[in-house]
């Protein structure tokens, strides 16, 4: 690996969470040289994120050809994948269309941990039947990751709704004075449905890691 | 009337509202040389918003005795109030019972024009069927004013339900990232639903004159 | 349609609102999908909002041919226009030519539910007269959407000179504390005419759709 | 009940969290009123939130007679508290001693659901070595709450070190850039370690909340 | 004086305008320190600042007695006052009642410089008549002082009116999204009619400095 | 002219300042459409602001060809210029070699008028030498306008040290917390120096029509 | 010690610097069962920062008996003082008088550890020849710390003539776009001026920390 | 040189830093026009900051062939180099890999004053181990330059661990809540660990310029 990083390999086994690759603000090299280090001795897929088509077309032929590329998700992943888990314990809803994306960078995370998402769109609160016809559903989830944009009102519906863990992801979908997900990061953070936990804007691969954790918490609890 | 003020008389005549005493800011004495003027030859109820008790106590007595003063809204009225209208065509919903204080303020405006508002509190989507179980009566409305504050996501929800006209008032309620009002009023202009019209932050008297233009545009389009 | 999308076919029965598609931060292929399953069944027009003329190149030749372009509002038509009322009951004027593109997608919205929309332009503040000439004339409008940016002085004067509804869209004309239409929107919300209602920053959509809702709301109120 | 309030009594029933009083905002009479109503035929306990003391004061005998009050928390507790659980599986830390009271507030929302919370604080990255002293202790825990303001640095160290669910509470701790809680809670959300989930600013109450939900989320999930 | 202070006697001669005390930020006792050297020496009166009362009234009786104090507007003007001048060049007027306060500080500052304003208060754009009945007489200044909060839309009126110069004060009038003044700061910064200059928020002072450098300034350039 | 704009033919006998075309946010078209009517009855230069070279470039050729384009502060002038005045009364001084392009902005402005400029360039204050050496021979101008980016430090040096008329033009100069000229604006704003007045950023042509004003108000003051 | 403070009383022998008492959000109770703590063992000095003249009130006699404290700069010092060095090696200046009693905090905390501080005040850029006539003498400084609210033009002037370390300390010293501080905070940061280093807002006691650990550098750097 | 710049020759004999040229925000011509004259007389490296290849690509080939240009850094040094120092005195540090460009910048420009830096990147606080075990080594630096974006944990991690002088670089580094380096920034301004000093955002140079006056001043202070 390139002397400008130090992979943290043990991070896996520290806390159940391998390191992945913020792609932005990175160069194709720094980015091809970590990826070498990274799945030199690790047999468990490499997530990378925030990975423009520019710059993953940019990468050496040896990253490309490894890597399952999906444009929507800007996220490529390398290496073996785990077999996906039976049922899906978790269920990743976004407001709209153009929260797919980021919807889809934590569907393709959870993959890599083997765990099997399901994945609705769409469901925003101006048409609320669209999520009252599938409250039912969304009631036997353990995690509902929840994507919107604009003015995050489906935070709190979904809020006052289900009893499952809520993870909020504002997303920068909208204009205005939808502040590049500003406005649905404060309304998720000011919801008036009690206990709903917020991510970082467009922050899909975080919610991911914390429905992994909620699901080892689980486990820990010994319930 | 004391040279620090000119009295608007014509605007009543001109825009169909007339000047009010936004009070925060003044001390007693402006306020009281305000209203001498003011009430002098003027039939028509005067209006004080932004009314501190404090301030309201220290105003003179003949202005004091005169008034109708409410401390929730922190507005007085004096002079002849009209005679209240028979159906009420305007609606006053706020999202908790913190907002109570500033839809007051529009309803009490109302009155001053002789509109009778309905007011339903404490209908925030947190407790979703609030607002559901009030719905098909909602519906019949030509205006719904919508005060809630913290997420102000019910404003959203009410405007994908119903088909009026519909003035968010964001509130300063709720503390951290509900910024003093700023979320909610950022998530009303940010409203995923369309449609939606708003107002400064805890603007009760704004929304019920913005009301009060719409019930009279009504009447000028000739329908 | 994509799985990606739930069409709110029942937005117009609801709230006598058609769903739009905002098309800025989604790709072709789902403007596309969307596209197809919105016109399936529908004879009324389908509204595209914030679509630059690159992405309408990139859409599929069975859109575009349908399509009525409008490339200074980014807006465009799908599908059968209603017949134009006669009596145009909504103004739409703008404070300088840089606000026309924004006071274009209200017109076209309006069209497209037949609400025949007079539009002056370049009336601002520092050439007062302008606006004052047309005074007489704008006073019997139902409805002014006021569109400005920079200082956002047009919507005070004009909330103190008419009695009727007034929307104002602030836009982000102008620059430095400009800044991208805050400024305008911060002046229309803490105007000090009474009775101003607001909507998002560059939002020509939306004031045309709360237009529609106050006319609605006149009849509803059954003056 | 007061006509301003609408108890959620189903609530409970609905997401396993009862409706709270923020007192904030809210007059003593309103307070009041929400506690004659939703105690009434509740057996369980009812929680009052940021309620300063000289509001507590001010309450009416019947309801300070019954309450468990806490000042340094502003928490108030009415009616029969449940059984307290044996064995902790949540903890509750704190960067410093000015955090405690939020902290606290945290505590007793669990109480009152019957969760036995582990509290330590003060283990802030100044002094880092008291946080890797109690590191294996910690491992133990299926959720930890980090209760922390000014750089919130603490957030990052225990989200890189610790497997379990980790709940972000910034505080508004500190002065200047501080910013009243804004920089710890950005720093959370833009937090280096994955999978960190966050509350709003002193949201105590809340990051219980939410932990309550992740306890439940693991029972769901059928581990 | 009080090592804690160095006295800028050299101040007028050098650009004309002494120095003057803000009185806000510091004690009674480091007040009395300056005033006592301030006033040795000079013939000329001592100007302070943003004194509130209560700290007026803990200055020792030296100080009080000599003290020509106006609480409206805070300040203190202390020595021998210049003979007035006789024909007005300079005119302050103010958006509403409650701008007085700042209009006056800078009505005492330039009588402290032998300069007569005169003062026009309350001719807010709202009310567009009182403006405009007086604008013949407006243009017959040489510098206009426009003391405005809220929406600030006053300073582009009279920037499009009135050819002289003109000096935009914001004020923190209002409340909500009237943000302290800052709405009305931005709106003069980003006024459509050109040449409009400002100052800092309630900053009455130096907006009499201001005008006194320009009518300098006029002197300089030997027109 | 294009039925989207409104020439203001009248401004320049109004308040003796031509209206200029702010050619940010315009087409080619209109930009050209607005000057066919500015220049067909008036023989006074018109002149462009903010004009890209790009679109410049697409401008149409009877307009190019009649045009004097400057790139670096992006302006143009068309018609015939005034004979320029002999003696400079304007000072423009900048702090850097990347703020001549606004400084140069308002000697443009200022020419089209018939006032000549002094420029001089790169003095700000980490080599205070570079001021203080041209001290003297800046105290004799009537009016100074400065232009700084970054920190701003320089409006408050200048400001201490000149007696005349001080207009502070912030420039987006700078990177990081210069915060595109808004540390520049406010420092300005806030500076310790008395009577420094401020334009929007980057505005070197609001400054010029500022200092053109300050002219007048000399003659008008009658000095 | 409570039970909700961990005394790191390893720090001082770690970095040199030994923990401090930020009053500011603790209870008098809590500020008191740490003072007990912190003092048990240690011959050193333990300082109180921002610690209010009601707060100090409050506080158990015996830590007020044994206190030094100083109402300007809110800091108390207990224990045993170290012998103050003799010859000065770091300087404090202020631009202004309302600046001192950050200062003070500085200079306070430098002689708990035997520095000795030449402090200056009141010598910021609107008389610019107070900070010229010094600065001679403020050459031979290794360490320079500047505090200056407002603008924070001090901060440049000085980074432009002085070859030592500067120490850029903003403070929330004026009014308007002062911010409380931010300002120069900003302009600190954005500043032209070479190599200047800054702390949080009114953080005199960080200023002091840093000073110190400069000293120490130069040791360990073993010139 | 062009008559837009004065080149600041005497800065290095003044404060022991030659003025360096920010290429950001100039022309080619203008950077051209620098480099001739401040290379002229001067034996001295001259250095060139935030210049983006396409500039450099646009440079005369005179300057382009005697430079020596980094990318990464987007630097570039002109002029003899001196002879590099033995012992690194200072160490520049960075969380992530995404932030060696700014590191590289201030190594650069030590480079150019003869200081030899030790560089260790991507140690942040996500895989504390990487931090903790060159630890000691780090104690041994009298200045250690960290560089960090996102949540800027590490700058208070390490100022609670080491004793020299710390010099917090905030990055750009990161999305969303990053805020484009607000949040660092304002993470090592808020520290809880005493002493940290901050530079602009992404300001490598800034770094650079004050750990070499941290290093004169240990001489200065005759330690």
Same mark, same amino acid.
């Given at each position: @690996?390139?002397?400008?990083?130090?992979?943290?390999?043990?991070?896996? !086994?520290?806390?159940?969470?391998?390191?992945?690759?913020?792609?932005?603000?990175?160069?194709?090299?720094?980015?091809?040289?970590?990826?070498?280090?990274?799945?030199?001795? %690790?047999?468990?897929?490499?997530?990378?994120?925030?990975?423009?088509?520019?710059?993953?077309?940019?990468?050496?032929?040896?990253?490309?050809?490894?890597?399952? /590329?999906? !444009?929507?998700? $800007?996220?490529?992943?390398?290496? $073996? @994948?785990?077999?996906?888990?039976?049922?899906?314990?978790?269920?990743?809803?976004?407001?709209?269309?153009?929260?797919?994306?980021?919807?889809?960078?934590?569907?393709?995370?959870?993959?890599? /941990?083997?765990?099997?998402?399901?994945?609705?769109?769409?469901?925003?609160?101006?048409?609320?039947?669209?999520?009252?016809?599938?409250?039912?559903?969304?009631?036997?989830? !353990?995690?509902?990751?929840?994507?919107?944009? @604009?003015?995050?009102?489906?935070?709190?519906?979904?809020?006052?709704?289900?009893?499952? !863990?809520?993870?909020?992801?504002?997303?920068?979908?909208? /204009?205005?004075?939808?502040?590049?997900?500003?406005?649905?990061?404060?309304?998720?953070?000011?919801?008036?449905?009690?206990?709903?936990?917020?991510?970082?804007? %467009?922050?899909? /691969?975080?919610?991911?890691?914390?429905?992994?954790?909620?699901?080892?918490?689980?486990?820990?609890?010994?319930?």
């Amino acid at each position: @690996m390139s002397p400008e990083s130090v992979w943290d390999a043990a991070r896996r !086994a520290r806390i159940g969470l391998a390191e992945a690759i913020l792609c932005e603000g990175k160069t194709p090299g720094q980015i091809a040289a970590i990826c070498a280090v990274a799945t030199k001795d %690790d047999r468990h897929p490499l997530l990378l994120t925030r990975l423009e088509s520019t710059v993953f077309a940019a990468l050496p032929p040896e990253v490309r050809c490894e890597a399952d /590329y999906d !444009a929507l998700s $800007r996220t490529a992943l390398l290496g $073996r @994948m785990p077999v996906p888990g039976e049922a899906a314990r978790i269920a990743v809803v976004t407001a709209g269309t153009s929260d797919v994306g980021v919807a889809r960078e934590a569907v393709r995370t959870l993959a890599a /941990y083997g765990e099997t998402a399901t994945e609705w769109a769409d469901i925003g609160v101006a048409g609320l039947w669209r999520l009252l016809e599938r409250l039912e559903e969304l009631k036997r989830f !353990a995690v509902v990751i929840v994507v919107a944009g @604009m003015d995050g009102a489906l935070f709190s519906v979904i809020g006052g709704l289900l009893p499952g !863990a809520i993870i909020a992801v504002p997303t920068s979908t909208g /204009y205005g004075m939808s502040a590049k997900g500003e406005t649905a990061l404060h309304a998720a953070l000011a919801s008036c449905a009690p206990g709903i936990l917020v991510t970082n804007i %467009d922050n899909g /691969y975080g919610a991911a890691c914390a429905a992994l954790r909620i699901l080892r918490a689980a486990r820990q609890a010994d319930l």
